[in-house]
């Protein structure tokens, strides 16, 4: 049964994703491109969903849509969508939290190994022919490091089991959200001062909303109180 006329699809997705959203949108027709200009020409008055991926969706394109119902966010953050201006219109903005969990977690520990070993230098090396690069470059072992997870969401928490239970890595956690008890279960020692967790760890790892609040959370004064901090990844 078709529940909705229109649906636009901002950036291409998964043809199963497509084929599932066959079943229920009478018309879905996918942007050339995810300009605000090209998604503004396709909106109108019988679109009543919208899938977002990359692009933002402010309030001058849902006034392109009187009868937008809905709002995807194929992912996991939602700062793209004007939230404040969707709740004025009880527009539902819906996202898909445990989607990109897993593959975002892995990429983080990969990123992790791939500067411990520093892989990139000695595959640059390599190629160059400098074989004596084996006898000359340094690299570190994960086990027994400490990692600082700031952010403790559903990332952060996969990040942490990885770390803890593939590498027998301490971990440390910064998360104003989360309490002493919630850290404790999941292993993780957690730390109310940012600063402190930056001085005790060997490697910190973040998974934070891009928010007003977190934006620039990590800056030049707490960069240089990272001294005995290794590496800094973000995904």
């Known amino acids: 049964m078709k529940i909705m006329t229109k649906v636009i699809v901002t950036q291409p997705i998964h043809p199963e994703g497509m084929k599932i ?3 229920s949108v009478q018309e879905i027709v996918v942007a050339k491109n995810p300009e605000l200009s090209t998604i503004s020409s396709l909106l109108d008055e019988r679109t009543e969903g919208v899938i977002v991926r990359y692009n933002p969706f402010p309030k001058e394109l ?3 849509a009187p009868n937008l119902k809905v709002i995807a966010r194929h992912g996991i953050g939602t700062e793209l969508i004007d939230l404040e201006s969707a709740s004025e219109r009880g527009i539902y903005v819906i996202n898909t939290p445990n989607a990109s969990t897993t593959s975002v977690a892995e990429h983080a520990i990969t990123l992790m190994l791939c500067l411990a070993k520093n892989v990139f230098y000695a595959d640059e090396q390599l190629r160059k022919g400098n074989y004596e690069i084996k006898d000359k470059y340094l690299s570190y072992e994960l086990e027994g490091k400490t990692v600082g997870v700031v952010g403790l969401g559903k990332v952060g928490t996969a990040v942490s089991k990885i770390c803890r239970f593939g590498f027998s890595m301490k971990v440390l956690g910064y998360d104003p959200y989360v309490n002493e008890e919630e850290a404790k279960i999941k292993g993780i020692e ?10 005790k ?20 004064d707490r960069l240089n109180k990272m001294k005995n901090t290794a590496f800094l990844i973000k995904t």
């Open 190 to 199: 957690l730390i109310t001062n940012i600063d402190e967790l930056l001085a």
């Open 62 to 64: 849902m006034e392109k």
């Open 201 to 220: 760890s060997d490697f910190v790892t973040l998974h934070l909303p891009l928010t007003e609040k977190c934006k620039y959370f990590i800056n030049d």
């Open 21 to 23: 959203l066959s079943n």
